[in-house]
């Protein structure tokens, strides 16, 4: 690795986004060095781009961007017992800092303090060479590629929301928003036993994708279209209302659809983050005693996204749409920001840029 580049992504501010060199990190005791192989590009990170913030995480010192995220193990730290130099890793990008309640709990992705890739002040993975907590370095089998490896990241938020849905044989499931997220909510539903999945868009086009990976109702919906209105679509499609409904868009309207259109008893799961307030029909979630659960990122999910795509459970290839070289970082933003496609994928080494 001696006189090797170490290429990153870069924001410096809003707008700001630069492609330079940076010194190829050193492995503590507990961490790996990786050679990244590929990235996805997550709206998060087209969010930061735009807008220099999201909600209280403000970009004020140049950061690396990039947190769905696999690669190969090049330097192991000395007290790292459950990996070896060569190993194919997936990255979970969110490590406790301290053993605070939430750790001891198991939901250490409530914890304050935890590291996060890519989110500020702290650096994600979308370089080179990318230093990281052992611990949260996942070996990939052979039958898993690096691309399935860092798709495990998304995937990742569908297996959290739907554990908090309680998705399980039977269920009948309503998606709104089919974007990257509300795909694999859609996978991980129907690898989960749902019998039947609604899902809803504005465009055809991502409907289009919903139905080639397993949808069963694509709906499609229109800004003018009363929450009210979409909701007793979804029961006419499904025969009576949902069991679950999950959230993706965090659009005002579509929270209020998620709850008229849920069935008594039944729980709604917010994923999608949108305005800080909403205006929603609290009293009629209440009186008819549908759940409303919220969702931050997940926890424990790698183990069984690994298990769920080397077994063929799910697949989620159909998701990368896009390829592009490391060195064409900015073509690549703009693809994402443009909403080409689904999922955009970063290819960090030069010598291989196989899936």
């Not at 961490?31 to 909600?55: F, K, N, T």
């Not at 970009?59 to 769905?68: A, F, I, N, W």
């Not at 303090?113 to 002040?121: D, L």
């Not at 969702?295 to 896009?322: D, E, Q």
Request: glycine letters at 10%; a negative charge; charged letters at 20%.
């Amino acid at each position: 690795m001696d006189g090797e580049n170490n290429l990153c992504v870069v924001l410096h501010s809003k707008g700001d986004l630069r492609l330079e060199e940076r010194p190829i990190p050193e492995p503590g005791p507990n961490d790996v060095l990786l050679r990244m192989h590929s990235v996805g590009i997550c709206g998060s990170d087209v969010h930061y781009w735009q807008h220099g913030r999201i909600a209280d995480f403000v970009v004020k010192q140049p950061m690396v961007l990039g947190h769905e995220a696999a690669g190969r193990v090049v330097k192991v730290g000395s007290a790292v017992k459950h990996l070896n130099v060569g190993d194919r890793v997936a990255v979970e990008p969110g490590v406790p800092r301290e053993m605070d309640d939430f750790l001891k709990s198991g939901r250490y992705n409530l914890s304050p303090t935890i590291f996060f890739c890519a989110t500020p002040p702290d650096d994600g993975n979308l370089c080179q060479y990318y230093k990281h907590c052992a611990n949260f370095c996942y070996k990939l089998p052979d039958n898993v590629t690096f691309e399935e490896g860092a798709l495990i990241e998304p995937l990742s938020v569908g297996i959290h929301a739907c554990r908090r849905a309680g998705v399980t044989l039977g269920t009948t499931v309503l998606i709104c928003g089919s974007g990257p997220i509300g795909l694999v909510c859609l996978l991980v539903a129907k690898a989960m036993g749902a019998s039947v999945v609604v899902i809803t868009d504005l465009s055809s086009e991502r409907l289009k994708m919903a139905q080639e990976v397993g949808a069963d109702f694509p709906l499609l919906v229109t800004r003018e279209d009363s929450a009210q209105d979409v909701a007793q679509r979804v029961a006419g499609r499904l025969g009576k209302q949902p069991h679950v409904t999950i959230e993706c868009t965090g659009a005002e309207s579509s929270i209020q659809t998620a709850i008229y259109a849920t069935r008594s008893g039944g729980v709604v799961v917010l994923v999608g983050l949108g305005a800080e307030m909403a205006s929603v029909p609290l009293v009629n979630a209440a009186v008819r005693e549908v759940d409303i659960r919220g969702v931050f990122r997940y926890c424990n999910t790698w183990p069984m996204a690994i298990a769920m795509l080397a077994s063929g459970k799910v697949n989620v290839k159909p998701l990368v749409t896009h390829r592009f070289p490391l060195e064409e970082a900015a073509q690549a933003f703009e693809t994402t920001r443009q909403g080409h496609g689904v999922k955009v994928m970063l290819k960090c080494d030069q010598s291989d840029q196989t899936p």
